[in-house]
């Protein structure tokens, strides 16, 4: 244990008025032995507080530092949902260890949670809840409240069940109070309320929150029995995740699932290599396109002079493209039946931009390079950009017809087929104009 | 009006029963006139629903389709926020008319969010809310919650204020429903609440409620008095607008701010057309670098051949390590201080995968294409992967140190400059091996 000594105070007076949010920001940038140092400086409190709001990755790292007590404590406070997540990063082995040493009744509920799939409704909600009866009164729901509420997730959202514990109703803590106490619940509840299941994806769940303005949605199993609730910020969590996994494979990387800092450099290396060796492979298809027509530019060097720029403008529209196309799909605001309907406007736009930047660049080709290189420049930047944009948008329409993600779709994925393809059709142009072969 | 005849009566009958997330949903992908259509078959407590989840976009363009009294009874029973963020899309003219059919507390309400800056705290707030003082006993909170609740925000976070509206503490509705009744609010509330200010970036403001698992945080003005509360259902919608926004600058376009199939093509190709342009005239350095070697592709052809191949897998590793870095910073993993870190990182990064790449790669280009430029194809991806992601890590960190969102380094953006600079290196590695100038 470090003794707090002269050197640690001005740490530990910021630590002791600071705001946990504030405190959860600094630990994250601090290396892992002065995080842990830090840690234990913390309130008892202030370090339960601290704890739950870390990222599980270094939740993990401050339970391989600290005494098995302190740990318990920790993770016997934990939200089972939150506890859930860390575990699923933990080994197994202190996974059994950890566990272990908590209550039966928190046991328990880790396990269920466990026991549903990964990024499902089941993994994210929370197994305790507050659920009332059609036939209590107001008042007895609101006395219900105040006996149950301290231990369960929320009481903002309630749901309401029948005798074998299936769902028939919602209603809000609001409802409660703004009514008199000797209403029947089931006059105040919502009683075709959303729910979800189980197994459904955690995206889902949270745009579902999102788009219907929830503060909780419950989780029903396949017999519509109520399980668990999905809180707000939860879901607000799922979803910051989500942007980061699509930000990620636009990038073309896995997602690391983790803080940046905190990875090593093979494991960020392990994120991109397989992408990056697929494009790659992807992009020897460039050189047998040029190999083929070898023999033009053994005749007019000048045209390899443009390749890149080329390449370079159609690979820019299809990133565009596509980008624009899967964002839309993702919230839902297109379909697969929408297809040609975005094919045409892609198309269109695509040409529209081909005429744009041809009409800007033609000019200085010709000045520079005479005009059969410039009529073969400008007609080439009008067909690759509309074929870039055709390209772009076909991708991820496509990846969800055949069942994949369309987010895995990314720019350099769209720039590196639009390479060959545009090069083809410089050749094509090139060959019809200067009549080379 | 149309009158539901045969043809709409099975649209009818599912409108109905249907739940209002739903029919956003369906609404949002009809055309403009079956929408119009379909709007006025919903009764009218639907209806009311619908407008207010519907977005902004499309409620414009109900109100230019419906009856002036429609329109005023549907506006005037929105939020203040909800109102203001539709003002912001209608033309000056229409706002005029609409605002003027309101009751003078609306108008007051939305004249006020719409003197705050675009995307700021003070626009997105809700400026109805109820303020409880440090004083009162839980009952005669819970009393001014019953008889003022349904007029505001929310209940669920309430802000406590001195005499002069001063912020001095929160409480949550669960706290006076815990609190016995003759407690003292100011001994239940938080008296060290989070808060923002009023031009604070709405950004900031929805991190924050997510970080902190608020349900609502109080908005003061520059002399600490309370104006409003942002709610956390507003805070996931912004959210959600910035991934959007941020996916869209990730893909070199400027968002649309709109649902795709509700902008022209002329829109979808201007909000592309700046980018474009500026990359292409990036790109046009790759010509020169180009031409300053012209000499050397005429005596050499096939160097020509590996041109694509060797600046994509250049440009891909940027785009890798650009969306890595901008994603870290965008969520505080990452700041300023952390720059030498992080460009240390990524080129040890950069060189394992141009390692891995090359160490594929040798085998296939010597056996077709012989020795040396087998050499000078696996020496150029070492170098060009390492140097790419060394460049895609320092864009987006010396855009934050002038003050440019980072967002706006595109993983084109990144290529194109990658792509000049993989070209020098190839030429000077070329140069170094085959002894040609």
Known sequence: MVEPGAETKPLQEWLS???????????????????????RLLSKEAAREVFEQLEPVYQEELVQSLREDQVRELVESMEPDDRARL?????????????????????????????????????????????LRAGMSVQEALAAVRRRGPDVATVYAIPVTDEHGRLIGMLELEDLVFAE???????VMDDEPHRVHTKQDQEEV????????????????????????????DAMDVLANEEGEDLARAGASEPLGRPYLSVSIFQVAHSRVVWLMLLAIAATLTVNVL?????????????????????????????QSATTVIRAMAIDELRGRDFLRVIYREARVGLLLGLTVAAIG?????????????AVVGLTLIAVCTLASVVGATMPLVAERIHIDPAVVSAPAVTTVVDAAG?????????AILAVY
């Open 17 to 39: 008025q600071a705001d946990t949010v504030e405190v959860v920001r600094e630990l994250q940038h601090l290396e892992p032995i002065e995080r842990a140092a830090a840690f």
């Open 87 to 131: 575990f699923g990063e933990m080994p197994a082995a202190v996974v059994q260890r950890v566990l272990a040493g908590l209550s039966q009744h928190e046991q328990d509920m880790t396990g269920l949670l466990l026991g549903y799939p990964a990024e499902s409704a089941g993994r994210i909600m929370n197994p305790e809840f507050l659920a």
């Open 181 to 187: 106490p000797d209403e029947r619940i089931d006059q």
């Open 206 to 233: 949270a745009r579902l929150l999102q788009a219907a303005d929830l503060l909780a949605v419950p989780v029903v199993d396949s017999e519509e029995r109520l399980v668990g609730l999905v809180t707000v910020d």
């Open 291 to 319: 190999s083929a027509f070898e023999g033009m530019l053994d005749q007019i060097v000048s045209l390899s002079l443009f390749i890149p720029l080329l390449i370079g403008v159609g690979g820019n529209c299809g990133a």
């Open 362 to 374: 033609l000019a200085p080709v010709w000045l520079l390079f005479g005009r059969s290189l410039a």
């Open 423 to 431: 090069l083809l059709v410089y050749f094509a142009i090139a060959r």
